[in-house]
């Protein structure tokens, strides 16, 4: 199972913007974007000016690096969604937040994707009742998420839930937080999304 695992600060500095890899970090003034706000390497501070083709490989790279995945996956992504009816863009967006890890952080209960993968491959989810340990595994409508953990591992959740609470739950979920037990009402769009991101361009990449 491939995954970054180099620093992850870099990724923000290199696209220009927070990405929120770190979680409350990215709040702080201790945040890479806030010390050195230009790109990483010997001609981070040049001015560049980029191409078309650059637009659209930035644009790709940023949605790459929200969900924690890498090319080979993603292309499978995108593949699958220009095969799908409806909107390629908006299907492969789709996909992504169906990711069970990216429902774990979307829920609060991780404070970044990184965290919320570890959450769902140390056995602590539990999909219809049945454990999931699969970060890629695709959830559905009517779905119901549980957490199962031991008091060390729930307390910690716990306290990812206070640190994420201004974040909010997003409409297609609903949520118990004292139970931590959560009913997926309607599948995602890409409204639901709270980055801006213009999946046009990804699809303008991989038709080339």
């Known amino acids: 199972m ?10 923000c500095r290199r696209q220009g913007e927070k990405l929120f890899l770190k979680g409350p970090r990215c709040n702080t003034p201790k945040c890479a974007i806030a010390k ?6 010997q001609h981070g501070q040049a001015k560049q000016k980029l191409s078309n083709y650059g637009l659209q490989l ?8 929200m969900y924690g995945i890498l090319e080979r996956q993603f292309r499978r992504y995108f593949d699958i969604a220009s095969k799908s009816k409806g909107v390629t863009g908006r299907v492969l967006l789709q996909l992504l937040e169906r990711r069970l890890d990216n429902l774990i952080f979307r829920l609060g209960l991780a404070v ?6 570890q959450i769902v491959r140390h056995n602590f989810i539990y999909v219809n009742s049945k454990r999931v340990n699969i970060p890629s595994y695709l959830i559905d409508k009517d779905d119901i998420i549980e957490v199962k953990a031991k008091e ?3 307390n910690k959740i716990k306290e990812n839930l206070e ?3 201004d974040r909010g739950i997003p409409s297609w979920l609903e949520f118990e937080p004292q139970k931590l037990t959560a009913r997926i009402l309607r599948l995602p769009e890409k409204e639901d999304i709270p980055t801006s991101i213009q999946e046009q361009l990804i699809v303008e990449l991989y038709s080339k």
């Open 112 to 117: 970044s994707h990184a965290q919320a993968r």
């Open 2 to 11: 491939a995954r970054y695992i180099n620093p992850v600060c870099r990724l």
């Open 58 to 65: 930035r644009e790709k790279q940023k949605v790459k690096r």
């Open 36 to 41: 050195r706000s230009f790109a990483p390497g």
């Open 163 to 165: 640190l994420s609470k």
């Open 152 to 154: 060390k591992a729930l």
